[in-house]
T-cell receptor
Framework: AQSVTQLGSHVSVSEGALVLLRCNYS??????LFWYVQYPNQGLQLLLK??????LVKGINGFEAEFKKSETSFHLTKPSAHMRDAAEYFC????????????FGSGTQLTVLP | EAQVTQNPRYLITVTGKKLTVTCSQN?????MSWYRQDPGLGLRQIYY???????DKGDVPEGYKVSRKEKRNFPLILESPSPNQTSLYFC????????????FGAGSRLTVL
């Protein structure tokens, strides 16, 4: 069985501050891990994915995430928040890489304060 | 433009009145899926399809039906909607195999009174 836990349903940061969104997973086999972003009134789109290559994964819009097997974590970071980063962020895991077996976390709403 | 198109985007209906939410993709993807999104619960899979005429239940299939008669279309049918099906629905598609990335539609917000 696999699962995803996103710590913090709401996170607020000031513009220019570090963004840190937490994701912990459980998987019986080496996982494939994803971060998706949902802007208001839109569908989800991929930010980045981990597929057992480099443990530090760079995505779009300056986001990156680090796979830490010992901590079963895949936290999402961005050095400097921008107003346009305000959105809901979802972490997801697949034990097989198949989209059929993708499990999503409950999401984290990011607010960026001016 | 590669995309997943859902219709309607917004719908208010009454209990028991059958409705269909359409989903179409233009990327020749084999895999298609329906999710519902509810506050605090993230996305939960309703049904998915691996290819034409191949469908299977996800985590929350009760009260829904699907069909996959053509590769590009994957409609979601609510035969007798109930208020607990009020939700935001997403259709998504991808290629099979590997660490597949889902392409999502813009969502359909359904309210059942």
């Amino acid at each position: 069985a696999q699962s995803v836990t996103q710590l913090g349903s709401h996170v607020s940061v000031s513009e220019g501050a570090l963004v840190l969104l937490r994701c912990n997973y459980s998987s019986s086999v080496p996982p494939y891990l994803f971060w998706y972003v949902q802007y208001p009134n839109q569908g989800l789109q991929l930010l980045l994915k981990y597929t057992s290559a480099a443990t530090l994964v760079k995505g779009i819009n300056g986001f990156e995430a680090e796979f830490k097997k010992s901590e079963t974590s895949f936290h999402l970071t961005k050095p400097s928040a921008h107003m346009r980063d305000a959105a809901e962020y979802f972490c997801a895991v697949s034990s097989s890489g198949s989209a059929r077996q993708l499990t999503f976390g409950s999401g984290t709403q990011l607010t960026v304060l001016p | 433009e590669a995309q997943v198109t859902q219709n309607p985007r917004y719908l208010i209906t009454v209990t028991g009145k059958k409705l269909t939410v359409t989903c179409s993709q233009n990327m020749n993807h084999e895999y298609m899926s329906w999710y519902r999104q509810d506050p605090g619960l993230g996305l939960r899979q309703i049904y998915y399809s691996m290819n034409v005429e191949v469908t299977d239940k996800g985590d929350v299939p009760e009260g829904y039906k699907v069909s996959r008669k053509e590769k590009r279309n994957f409609p979601l049918i609510l035969e007798s909607p109930s208020p607990n099906q009020t939700s935001l629905y997403f259709c998504a598609s991808s290629f099979q195999g590997g660490a597949n990335v889902l392409t999502f539609g813009a969502g359909s917000r359904l309210t059942v009174l």
